[in-house]
């Protein structure tokens, strides 16, 4: 009751009937936040937080010889995206870096498959970079369909993204 009560009051819904989209929606500026802002203050300072719980992760893996992967998944609004756009994952992949843990980012291996699939080969940066941003402006409608092969959502795998996840992470 209390959970509910204080969903309804956070995101100002009186019938609780639009709480999701409205988390949802709240999420998409955030992530946008993240995306163009990347140096903003208030940004980083929630970073800092953030990174000061995934360095408790990392000693207490650490301690219990156990390796880190992390695991960076995308928002489907970053697919359509050129890489130096990609502020959330350098964030992640510069601690992980510092703290030799394995990085993993899915926005990269799936913008990738993507534009293999297109021109059926291997690719180089610059490729990705291109492709992505042509059919983002030209027929995201691609975009979304590749994702929607991979996601139930704006973030969540379906069994064929858990599928390629373990791909990834088996040799770990």
């Known amino acids: ?9 956070r995101f100002r819904d009186i019938t ?5 989209e409205k988390a949802q ?24 937080m953030a990174l000061e719980w995934i360095q408790k992760m990392a000693d207490a893996a650490r301690e219990e010889n156990i390796p880190l992967i992390i695991l960076f998944t995308p ?26 843990a394995y990085y993993i980012d899915l926005l990269e291996i799936l913008q990738t498959k993507y534009v293999e699939s297109v021109l059926e080969g291997e690719v180089t940066a610059e490729d990705v970079d291109r492709i992505i941003i042509e059919t983002n402006r030209d ?11 991979h996601f139930l959502d704006y973030s969540h795998l379906n069994p064929e993204g858990h599928r390629l996840t373990e791909s990834l992470l088996r040799p770990y």
């Open 1 to 9: 009751f209390f959970k509910d009560m204080y969903n309804r009051v």
């Open 16 to 20: 609780g009937e639009n709480i999701t």
């Open 25 to 48: 929606a709240q999420i998409y500026d955030l992530v946008e936040y993240m995306i163009n802002d990347p140096n903003n203050p208030e940004l980083l300072e929630a970073w800092d």
């Open 75 to 100: 928002f489907d609004l970053q697919f359509g995206l050129e890489s130096k756009r990609a502020n959330p994952q350098r964030f992640l992949r510069t601690f992980a870096k510092k703290e030799g």
């Open 139 to 149: 027929n995201p409608d691609l975009l979304r369909a590749f994702l929607d092969a």
